[in-house]
C-alpha cells in the first residue's frame, strides 16, 4: 500500500505513520495488569490497561483534525480492562472494553513512538555528545547556503546543535541582518531587554562589558531569566582587531567531570537555589535556580554561571563557604585548558550555540588594531527540537 493511502486510512497526524525503521506488530498477549505488544524486530512493550484507555484514539476520544485529547479525563474508569484485545487484520491493535463496549484501535506506530519501557525510553533520547578541547580537530559545521535553502542542511545545523551544543555556520555574507534570517529558519526570535537582535562591537562609555574591549570570561547569557533563552548566535561581520579569540566550553561536560572528582560540590550547586539578577534604570529582572539544574534522573539540563549577574547570596550562614568553594571549583573545571574550544570567529561565521549547555566567552583585544562587529540574537530550545522534529517525520 502507499504511504500516502496509508496516511489517510489511519489519521493525518504523523505519529501515526509508519517511520523510517518501521517494525509491523506481530503479537499481543493480554494479561491482568499488561498488554504486551511484540515487534518484529524482537522488541515488546508493556502498556498498562488503564494507559490504553486513557490514550485511546478513536474520534470520541482523540480529535482525529486537532490531534488532541478530547476524552475527559473523569470519563476514564481506573477499572476498566479490555474485554478483548487482538491484531486487526489492518495491522492495528483492537480492543474492546469491559465496562461500556468501547472500541479503541492503536496503529503500531503509534504504539512504538509512545512505547514507555525502559529500552523505548533509551531509543528515543536524544544522541548527546560531551566534548572538550580535543572538539577543535573536528568542530560541528555546517554551510549558510544549504542551511537557507535546503531541508537537509536545516536539519544537520539544528541536529548538531542539540548533539554537540554548538555548530558553526560557514560561508555567511558579510553583512547585517543575516543572523536573524538564518536564525529563524529555526524558529521565532526570542526577544529579551536587548531587543530582539543586538551588535557586540566595542565603543565608548559602555553601559555592559560585552561592549568593551576586555577580556569576558566564559558565562551563560541572561541567567537573571526564568528561562535563559535557548540558542544563541553570534555573526561574525567585520574582524580586523587582534586578540578577542571566541571560547567556548560544554559546561555539561564540566559538570559531569565535577560530579565525578567532587559529588559534594556538585551536589551543592544542584541543590541551592541563588539568585541572579540584571538590574538598570529600566529593569530588575531576577530570578531564584540552581546552578547547575538536573532531571529527575540527575542528567544535567542546564547551567546558569554568570559572575556578573549574579546577586548577593541570601543562603544560610553555614552554606556560605560551602557553596562558594563548589562554584569556584565547577568554574575552575568551566576554564580549564583542556575543556575550552578557543578559536577566532572569522567575517563570514556565525556561532551557533545551546545557551543554558555550552558557555561562551572572548579574550582581550585591542580596540585600536582594527574594527570588530558582531550581530547576534536569540531562538528559544522548543522552537529549534521542534523544528528538527517536523525536519525527522518521514516523507
Ligand atoms: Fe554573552
Redesign the pocket.
Known sequence: MAAVEKRVRLNADPDFWPGKDHAPMTGVDVREDCVKIFWADGRVGHFHPLWLRDNCLSPSCYHPEAWEKIQDLLAVDPEDRPASAVLGADGELEIHWASDGHVSRFPGPWLRRNCYDDWALEERRPHRVLWDAAIAGERPEVDFTAVMQTRDGLRDWIYKLRTYGFCIVTDAPKRSGVVTAAARRIGFLRETHFGTDYSVESKPNPENV?YTAIE?KT?N?LSNCEAPPGI?FLHCIEFEATGGESILVDGFAASEKLRGMDPDAFDLLAQTPVVARFHDYDWDIRHRAPTIAVDHNGVVQELRVNRQLEAPLDIPNEKVKPFIKAKQALVRMLRAPEQEYRFKLRPGEIMSFHNRRVL?GRAAFDPNSGRRKLEGCYVDCDQAWSRLRVLERAE
Open positions: 560585552a569576558l558565562h547569557d544563541q561562551h
